[in-house]
C-alpha cells in the first residue's frame, strides 16, 4: 500500500508538471464553453432545441472532450511510452507491481475528469445560467459508465499498440469518432438522425449525459451498453496487455 | 558457497533458440561477467535469473530460491539494472529513488545513495536534463535502494564515453567492496578484463569458457612473447634449453623468446647466473580479446 501511494504520488507530480496536458484535458471544454458563451445568440432559448439555449445543449457534449482526452489519448500514450521505456518492466524487476502503476494512472483519469466535469459545471450554471444536471443520480451512472467505457477503450489501445509512436496513431481516429459521434465536431441536432442514433450507443454515451444533465432518467440500454463496452474492451485489454 | 546456480538453461523463442546449454554458478562477493557478443543468449541468460523469463529447460537457483516460484522474496534480495530501461522525462532523481526506496522493506537510504554515486548536485535535476552517465548512475542506484544481495547489471556502460566508463567501473567496485554480489554481463572486452573476478563467455547460447580472465587467457592462448637486448652475447642453447621455452629467434640487436607457464621468471634467472643484464625487456601476453577470437572465431566488435 505504502509503494502504491508512492507511485500515486509520483505519477501526480508528473501529471502536475506537464501543463499542457493537464489544460488539454481538464480545462479545454470549460474554455470552448467559456468563448461560445460569449456570443450572445447562443445564450438565447431556440426553438429549434426545444426551447433551450445552445449552451445549454452543448454542455453535456463539451464533457466528451474531456473523457475522450483522458481515456483515448492520454491514458493509452502515457501507458505505451512507459511500455516503450522499459518503465513497466523495470517495475516488474521491483517488489511493486506494475500493475499499480497502471491502476494510478487509472485513479489520476479519474480524478482529472471529475474536476473537469465539475469545473464545466459550475462556471456552465454560474457564467452562462445552465442548469445543474437535473438528475444528479442518472449523471453520476452516465458519467461513470461512459468513463469507465472509454478508459477501457484506452486500455484496449495501449494494450494492441506495439510502440508509443503507434499508440499515438492508433488514439487518432479513435478520439475523432468519439468526439465526431459525441457530438463535438458538430452540434448532434445538425447530424443526420441516424448518426445521431449511433453517437446515443457509442462510448461515452452522449444522450445519457444529455438527458440526466436536463432531468430525464438516462435510457437504461444506453447505460448497459456503456457497462457492455467497458467489461468486454477491459477484459481483452487484460488479454492482450505486455508489460514489455 | 554459490548464490547463483543455473546449470543446463535453455531457452528458445518460437524456432530460435536463444540459450542452448548454460550453466555456472557465481559465488558470494564477485562480479561475475557474462561476455558475448550481441544475441549470444547473455540477456536472456540473465533475465531468466532475475526470473523475467521463463526457461524451457534446465535448472535456476538464487539464493537457493527458485526466481519463478519464490519471485516475490527474490525480488526484495535481486537488484536489476536493465538494458535501455529509462524513466519518465520530467521524473527528478531524488523522486525517483524515493519511489523506489518504498517498495523494499529494508531500503537504503535515497539521500545518501544519490551522494555516494555522485548525484548530490543533480537530486532534483529532470531525468531528461542528465547526461548520458548520470541516467546510469541513477539506474544503478536504483538497482541498489532495496539493499540487494545480488545486483544484476547489463550493460551497464554501453553509450558511455570513456571517462564515464571508467567512473562507472569505479563505483561498481566499490558496490562490490560493500558485499553486493554482481552479475555483469557486458560485450566490452577491456570491461570485463578489468572488472570481473571470473566470467563465462557465452557465444550462440553456450558457455564457451569460464574462468577468471587471466587464467581464461593462459588456458586459450598460453603463448607469452619476452623481447629483450642482451648486454653482451647471448648463446640462444641457454635459453632453448628451458622446458618453458617454446622458442628462441633473434630480430636485429633483440632476442625473442616464446614460451608458456612462467617462461619471464624462467629466463630471467638464467640471464642473471650469466650476469647478462637483460635492456628494454618487454613481455607480451595475450589479451581477453585474443582468447575470445580463439574461442569465436571472431573478434567482439563494439
Request: glycine share 8%; with cysteine.
Amino acid at each position: 500500500m505504502h509503494a502504491f501511494s508512492q507511485i500515486l504520488k509520483t505519477e501526480a507530480r508528473l501529471y502536475l508538471r506537464d501543463t499542457s496536458t493537464m489544460v488539454l484535458t481538464i480545462a479545454l471544454p470549460t474554455l470552448i464553453l467559456v468563448v461560445l458563451g460569449l456570443i450572445p445568440t447562443l445564450r438565447q432559448p431556440t426553438a429549434d432545441l426545444g426551447g433551450q439555449s445552445f449552451i445549454t445543449y452543448f454542455t453535456p457534449s463539451l464533457l466528451v472532450v474531456t473523457l475522450a482526452m483522458v481515456g483515448v489519448n492520454v491514458l493509452p500514450t502515457v501507458l505505451a511510452t512507459y511500455r516503450e521505456r522499459g518503465i513497466l518492466r523495470r517495475l516488474a524487476t521491483t517488489p511493486a507491481s506494475p500493475l499499480a502503476l497502471l491502476l494510478a494512472q487509472l485513479v489520476l483519469a479519474l480524478i482529472g475528469i471529475l474536476i473537469s466535469a465539475v469545473l464545466l459545471a459550475m462556471v456552465a450554471r454560474l457564467a452562462f445560467g445552465v442548469p445543474l444536471p437535473q438528475h444528479p443520480l442518472g449523471f453520476a451512472a452516465a458519467l461513470v459508465l461512459g468513463t469507465a467505457a472509454l478508459l477501457a477503450l484506452g486500455l484496449l489501445v495501449a494494450a494492441a499498440a506495439p510502440t508509443a509512436r503507434s499508440a499515438q496513431a492508433l488514439t487518432v481516429p479513435v478520439f475523432m469518432v468519439v468526439m465526431f459521434f459525441g457530438g463535438v465536431y458538430l452540434p448532434r441536432f445538425l447530424l443526420p438522425d441516424f448518426i445521431a442514433e449511433i453517437g446515443a450507443y457509442a462510448p461515452p454515451g452522449v444522450q445519457a449525459l444529455l438527458d440526466a444533465w436536463t432531468g430525464t432518467a438516462p435510457h437504461p440500454l444506453h447505460l448497459v451498453i456503456m457497462a457492455v463496452v467497458a467489461v468486454a474492451a477491459g477484459a481483452l485489454a487484460t488479454k492482450l496487455f505486455r508489460w514489455q | 558457497m554459490p548464490v547463483i546456480e543455473v546449470s543446463h538453461l535453455h531457452k528458445r523463442y518460437g524456432e530460435t533458440v536463444a540459450v542452448q546449454d548454460v550453466s555456472f554458478d557465481v559465488a558470494a562477493g564477485e562480479i561475475f561477467g557474462v561476455l558475448g557478443p550481441n544475441g549470444a543468449g547473455k540477456t536472456t541468460t540473465v533475465e531468466c535469473v532475475a526470473g523475467l523469463r521463463v526457461p524451457d529447460g534446465g535448472e535456476v537457483s538464487v539464493l537457493g530460491l527458485d526466481p519463478r516460484r519464490d519471485a516475490t522474496r527474490l525480488r526484495h534480495l535481486v537488484g536489476v539494472q536493465l538494458q535501455e530501461s529509462r524513466l519518465p522525462d520530467r521524473l527528478r532523481v531524488a523522486e525517483a529513488l524515493e519511489m523506489y526506496a518504498s517498495f523494499y522493506r529494508d531500503p537504503a537510504d535515497p539521500a545518501q545513495l544519490i551522494d555516494e554515486l555522485g548525484l548530490g548536485e543533480k537530486r532534483n535535476t529532470p531525468y531528461d536534463k542528465l547526461s548520458g552517465g548520470q541516467k546510469q548512475r541513477l539506474s544503478i542506484a536504483l538497482a541498489l535502494v532495496g539493499n540487494p544481495k545480488i545486483a544484476i547489471l547489463d550493460e551497464l556502460t554501453t553509450g558511455l564515453d570513456p571517462q564515464a566508463r571508467r567512473d562507472t567501473w569505479s563505483l561498481i567496485e566499490r558496490v562490490r567492496d560493500r558485499g553486493v554480489t554482481i552479475v555483469l554481463v557486458t560485450h566490452f572486452m577491456e570491461e570485463a578484463e578489468r572488472l570481473c573476478d571470473r566470467l563465462a563467455v557465452i557465444d550462440k547460447g553456450r558457455v564457451m569458457a569460464l574462468d577468471s580472465p587471466a587464467g581464461l587467457v593462459s588456458a586459450v592462448v598460453p603463448d607469452q612473447r619476452i623481447r629483450f637486448r642482451p648486454s653482451t652475447p647471448l648463446d640462444d642453447h641457454l635459453l632453448t634449453g628451458l622446458p618453458q621455452v617454446t622458442s628462441v629467434t633473434r630480430s636485429g640487436t633483440q632476442v625473442v623468446v616464446t614460451g608458456t607457464g612462467d617462461v619471464l621468471h624462467a629466463v630471467t634467472s638464467v640471464l642473471a647466473r650469466n650476469q647478462i643484464i637483460a635492456a628494454d625487456l618487454r613481455l607480451e601476453q595475450a589479451t581477453l580479446d585474443d582468447a575470445f577470437v580463439e574461442l569465436t572465431g571472431r573478434r567482439l566488435t563494439d
